[in-house]
């Protein structure tokens, strides 16, 4: 079973950037589909990024054109590239990963990390 944990998050203004990492250990990610989920205080967890292991990327409207997943299998590690954040962005980010890009879509998973804070201030 995969271990992950995620990194990178912090506090940042409207219109700022930030990357976020999920370091997987236990497995290789090569064939797995990964996603950055997000909790937002008194808000059911929401996908905002997914990736096939073919590479193939998914975005909802919210965030599509500003958020960028990306996968580096040689390190065994996913990112979360978010530009242009608002502070709608704000949040809990979480990643998690399944051989089937289904269950990530629609984050059908047992157990999650503690993720990292995202905080944009306006």
């Known amino acids: 079973q995969v271990q992950l944990v995620e990194s990178g998050g912090g506090s940042v203004q409207a219109g700022g950037s930030l990357r976020l990492s999920c370091a997987a250990s236990g497995r290789t990610i090569s064939r797995l589909a990964m996603g950055w989920f997000r909790q937002a205080p008194g808000k059911e967890r929401e996908l905002v990024a997914a990736?096939?292991?073919?590479?193939?990327?998914y975005y909802p409207d919210s965030v599509k054109g500003r958020f960028t997943i990306s996968r580096d299998n040689a390190k065994n590690t996913a990112y979360l590239i978010m530009n242009s954040l608002k502070p709608e962005d704000t949040a809990v980010y979480y990643c998690?990963?399944?051989?089937?890009?289904?269950?990530?879509?629609?984050?059908?998973?047992?157990?999650w990390g503690q993720g990292t804070q995202v905080t944009v201030s306006s």
């Open positions: 990736i096939s292991w073919p590479g193939i990327p």
């Open positions: 998690n990963a399944d051989p089937n890009y289904s269950t990530v879509l629609a984050a059908r998973f047992d157990s």
